[in-house]
């Protein structure tokens, strides 16, 4: 069973950075971890992705030039780096795991953390 944990959310103001994390289970070189978010009265968007095994990733073009993704294969973590945060960022940031290819579709992935309050207010 594949199990992750999501941490670092939190209140931040407009133009601020926030780092979340996703620890998550020892997994194949085969997996891919993605980031989603879900804001009230929405859909859960991916925002970010990267492959376990390889340099491959993928950012949604809200977030690109903002946010950066990194793996740990080390810690078995996957950081969410998020700079230049707007309010419409504010969202339950989620990671999920899947035995695949970086994917940017929600119903690809099988396994899902709790998630992490983002909130950006001043």
């Known amino acids: 069973q594949v199990q992750l944990v999501e941490s670092g959310g939190g209140l931040v103001q407009p133009g601020g950075s926030l780092r979340l994390s996703c620890a998550h289970s020892?997994?194949?070189?085969?997996?891919?971890i993605g980031w989603f978010r879900q804001a009230p009265g929405k859909e859960r968007e991916v925002v970010s992705c990267?492959?376990?095994?390889?340099?491959?990733?993928y950012y949604s073009d809200s977030v690109k030039g903002r946010f950066t993704i990194s793996r740990d294969r080390a810690q078995s973590t996957v950081d969410l780096q998020m700079t230049s945060l707007k309010p419409e960022d504010s969202a339950v940031y989620y990671c999920?795991?899947?035995?695949?290819?970086?994917?940017?579709?929600?119903?690809?992935?099988?396994?899902w953390g709790q998630g992490t309050q983002v909130t950006v207010s001043s």
């Open positions: 020892r997994l194949s070189l085969n997996y891919a």
């Open positions: 990267i492959s376990v095994g390889n340099d491959n990733t």
């Open positions: 999920a795991a899947r035995n695949g290819a970086v994917a940017p579709i929600r119903m690809a992935y099988d396994y």
